[in-house]
Nanobody, 127 residues
Framework: VPYVESGGGSVQTGGSLTLSCSATSVIDFDYCWGWFRQAPGEEREGVAAIDFDRNAAYSDSVAGRFNITRDAVKRTVYLQMTALEPNATGIYYC??????????????????????WGQGTQVTVSE
């Protein structure tokens, strides 16, 4: 797979986690990068995206609490998650695609982004 997610875990409501997405050399790091969440029994959804110019976009459910960043030297994309709530529980995946705009990218379905997905990392938020 072109990227590997890590950093998930179990936290209580109000806690924080930082996820990492390490990109291998087979993927163009200049692409737009996104984080997606799949809750149990639900459709995968985009929660954050960041484009080459470091413009970021967030879903309404995480805006103001999550922060996406990218480090081209380390070829890693991060998702800092704060004030976590139980509805943040799910498997988090990262992906890359040749979008120019993070806002446009986040508005597209995860199926449109790519057919290449990693194993994801599990986040569990308890009451």
């Amino acid at each position: 797979v072109p990227y590997v997610e890590s950093g998930g875990g179990s936290v209580q409501t109000g806690g924080s986690l930082t996820l990492s997405c390490s990109a291998t050399s087979v993927i163009d790091f200049d692409y737009c990068w996104g984080w997606f969440r799949q809750a149990p029994g639900e459709e995968r959804e985009g929660v954050a995206a960041i484009d080459f110019d470091r413009n970021a976009a967030y879903s309404d459910s995480v805006a103001g609490r999550f922060n996406i960043t990218r480090d081209a030297v380390k070829r890693t994309v991060y998702l800092q998650m704060t004030a976590l709530e139980p509805n943040a529980t799910g498997i988090y995946y990262c992906a890359a695609a040749p979008y120019r705009s993070a806002a446009h990218a986040l508005g597209d379905s995860w199926r449109t982004w790519t057919s290449l997905w990693g194993q994801g990392t599990q986040v569990t938020v308890s009451e």
